[in-house]
């Protein structure tokens, strides 16, 4: 049994030229003066009230700003853990996240390398940090 398959021309598979009319043709526009208005009317401004001075509360400390104040207070070395629970305590920082301890090791172990000698904090060992004297 022999099987016979049509073969598909080039011209039967695509498609057929457009006519010149067809490209030529563009999308219907109207008249400047016949446009529907879409704008919506404008509400009125209202006047925004006097920029008062920053307070404390409205004040943001940076993480490693607070580890500082909770290492100065201290007066000894601190492990990350136990730094951010006084930050957390005193209200010096507030997060919201799972794992501030982690947060608070990488922010102070990133600026240690990042200054090297000129860095605020110096590692005494593993996970225990504190003030670097010649800051």
Do not use: H
Not at 76 to 98: F, H, N, S, V
Not at 123 to 135: C, D, Q, V
């Amino acid at each position: 049994m022999a099987t016979t398959a049509k073969k598909k021309t080039a011209s039967s598979s695509a498609r057929p030229p457009k006519s010149a009319a067809a490209s030529k043709r563009k999308a219907k526009t109207r008249p400047p003066t016949e446009r529907k208005a879409t704008a919506r009317p404008s509400k009125p401004k209202t006047p925004k009230p006097a920029e008062t001075p920053p307070t404390a509360a409205k004040i943001s400390t940076s993480i490693l700003d607070a580890a500082i104040r909770v290492l100065q207070e201290a007066k000894k070395p601190m492990r990350c853990k136990d730094i951010m629970e006084q930050m957390l305590a005193r209200k010096y920082w507030t997060t919201q996240g799972k794992t501030p301890a982690a947060t608070l090791y990488s922010s102070i172990f990133r600026e240690i390398k990042t200054k090297g000698k000129d860095a605020r904090f110096k590692k005494l060992e593993r996970g225990l940090f504190a003030l670097n004297p010649t800051k």
